[in-house]
């Protein structure tokens, strides 16, 4: 069972940076295909960004953050990142790290994912 913790959320104002973290556990982190999601109240949750397997492979971005998120991860520390900047009010939304096992490039389709964490608030005020 991969076990998926978030950090780094918080209360921000527009314009600002933050950097969330997510560390797995339970298997090799380098078989693990990841990604970032949201959810705002009263909203679906979105696909943020993802990312392959493996070091150096491929990575996606919604739109709507495209240019100011930069997805990364560290396979020797089993953590992926999310770098956000120039952060938004409409990026307000509580934030999850998902995974799924095996050596994949980066999926948007939150269906495809195996496990979740718990999420992160991460508050953008005007």
């Known amino acids: 069972q991969v076990q998926l913790v978030e950090s780094g959320g918080g209360l921000v104002q527009a314009g600002d940076s933050l950097r969330l973290s997510c560390t797995a556990s339970?298997?090799?982190?380098?078989?693990?295909?990841m990604g970032w999601f949201r959810q705002a109240p009263g909203k679906e949750r979105e696909f943020v960004a993802a990312?392959?397997?493996?070091?150096?492979?491929?990575?996606g971005y919604a739109d709507s953050v495209k240019g100011r998120f930069t997805i990364s991860r560290d396979n020797a520390k089993n953590t992926l990142y999310v770098q956000m900047n120039s952060l938004k009010p409409e990026d307000t939304a509580v934030y999850y790290c998902?995974?799924?096992?095996?050596?994949?490039?980066?999926?948007?389709?939150?269906?495809?994912?195996?496990?979740w964490g718990q999420g992160t608030q991460v508050t953008v005020s005007s």
């Open positions: 998902a995974a799924r096992g095996g050596r994949y490039s980066y999926q948007v389709n939150p269906k495809s994912y195996d496990y």
């Open positions: 339970g298997r090799t982190f380098s078989t693990l295909q």
């Open positions: 990312i392959s397997s493996w070091i150096g492979g491929s990575a």
